[in-house]
């Protein structure tokens, strides 16, 4: 039979391969939906027609400061730097003039994004008019407390919000394999919120005692029952955003959907979008998952990677194998990603996580929950497989090395492949009748 030709994305190139037509369970795609034809043009629609909410320009005041929460180097894919010329265009016409506007890279956890990323991120034009600063969630003087929440949550966010009168919202939506569904109140916890915060926000995601590891209702498309997000919407309401624009991807990692306004009611719409684009119902899991990021940026590191490994995890049977595309050019980032597989055993690093969360430990951790399920290769650069064994990959530099352990591993004759080419963003959900 004539194989099945296949060529994913990986880095900012891609990878060609053949597998048998026959042993081909499922190409896991989402619902082709056509990118906007004018991201501009929508986006500027998007702001005179919101969604729950008046208009930008009937919010924002003459005169008044404005902050603009933006995601940081890892999503570029959000395509801010088409959206936020729109977006600043506006606040001037209300009498918003640039020296009153600054854009705070909602980093989170992550490390700090430099000038030139600053650049990659906003636009050159941008940057040289408007204040661009990251959020350090470590600079404690920087940071202002508003109060707890009803699970007891610590609310400390960046002080900006109390030095301007608008926040606005900027993000993507996608799956979250933590609090079901990015974007929305993302900007603001773990965005722009302090360590202290987002620690105690993420230990929701756990267990309920050490051993039980991380929380079944902490998996991609479920808020209704997952602590985490619910707590994280009490976090954002404490700073009451007064406008978001959000966005939807498509399959090709265009822009198909953007959504303004309210920052509950927009972002909830926009879910609905990734649910058509990205929800996949399977009626059997395979013996070897081969799945992709979808490329740069969302390949950038290990730690991006965990959402591919978790998602391929949903579509492999028990003792399977995944072979996980990814080529990790900052792969040692963020710096304590790593050392988290120091500890001998799943239980001490899961022991020493519930005494100082750290989002990298938390993936480290649902790495280690995707490897007790199958075999995991790491398709990945050659400078790269020390690291990539310490997180207890099997590492290969080509797509032959990979394919020939995988049939090894998985012990069946003529193993039935899956294969997810933007595995980052699509989850399969097993269909139960």
């Known amino acids: 039979m004539k194989p099945k030709e296949f060529t994913l994305k990986y880095g900012k190139g891609t990878i060609s391969f053949e597998i048998p037509e026959d042993q081909l369970l499922y190409t896991i795609m989402g619902k082709d939906v056509n990118a906007l034809p004018d991201l501009g ?16 320009r009937e919010i924002v005041k003459q005169g ?59 636009g050159k034009e941008i940057c040289r008019r408007v204040k661009v600063v990251n959020h ?10 508003l109060g707890k929440t009803s699970r007891g949550t610590e609310v400390s ?34 965005g722009i919120s302090s360590i202290k915060t987002i620690q105690q926000n993420h230990l929701f995601a756990m267990g309920p005692e050490p051993g039980s590891g991380i929380s079944p209702q902490s998996v ?3 808020t209704r ?87 391929a995890r949903y579509a492999m049977k028990k003792g399977g194998v995944a072979i996980i595309l990814s080529e990790c050019p900052d792969i040692s980032e963020p710096a304590d990603f790593f050392q988290w597989f120091d500890y001998p055993s799943d239980l001490e690093m899961e022991k020493a996580l519930r005494e100082n969360f750290t989002i990298a430990g938390w993936t480290a951790l649902k790495e280690l929950e995707c490897h007790d ?3 995991c290769i790491l398709l990945t650069k050659k400078e790269n497989a020390e690291l990539a064994r310490k997180a207890k990959f099997d590492p290969v530099s080509n797509m032959r090395d990979a394919l020939e352990i995988a049939y090894k591993k998985c012990s069946v004759t003529n193993p039935r492949i ?14 139960t009748s």
């Open 41 to 56: 043009e929508a986006c500027g629609y998007a702001l005179e027609h919101p969604i729950d909410s008046p208009p930008l």
């Open 64 to 122: 008044e400061k404005v902050a603009i929460a933006v995601s940081d180097i890892t999503r570029v894919w959000q395509k801010n730097d088409q959206i936020l010329p729109v977006l600043i265009k506006t606040l001037n016409e209300t009498g918003v003039p640039d020296e009153n506007i600054t854009i705070v890279i909602a980093m989170g956890g992550h490390r700090q994004n430099t000038e030139e990323e600053f650049i990659e991120i906003c």
């Open 136 to 145: 350090d969630a470590w600079d404690t003087k920087n940071m202002v407390y």
């Open 157 to 190: 966010v960046n002080k900006i919000i109390k030095e301007v009168d608008r926040l606005i919202l900027t993000g993507g939506i996608v799956y979250h394999y933590l609090v079901g569904y990015g974007g929305g109140r993302k900007s603001i916890l773990p």
């Open 220 to 222: 991609p498309k479920l």
């Open 225 to 311: 029952g997952n602590d985490a997000h619910e707590d994280m919407m009490e976090i954002a309401a404490f700073v009451n955003p007064a406008f978001i624009v959000n966005v939807v991807a498509n399959l090709e990692n265009k822009i198909a959907g953007i959504f303004a306004g309210n920052w509950v009611s927009a972002w909830l719409e926009a879910t609905k979008l990734v649910d058509k684009i990205c929800g996949v119902e399977i009626k059997e899991e395979a013996d070897i998952v081969i799945a992709t990021s979808g490329g740069y940026p969302m390949d950038i590191n290990l730690y991006q990677s965990a959402k591919t490994m978790d998602n």
């Open 373 to 375: 399920k199958g075999y």
């Open 418 to 431: 899956t294969v997810m080419p933007q595995a980052a963003n699509t989850f399969p959900i097993m269909k």
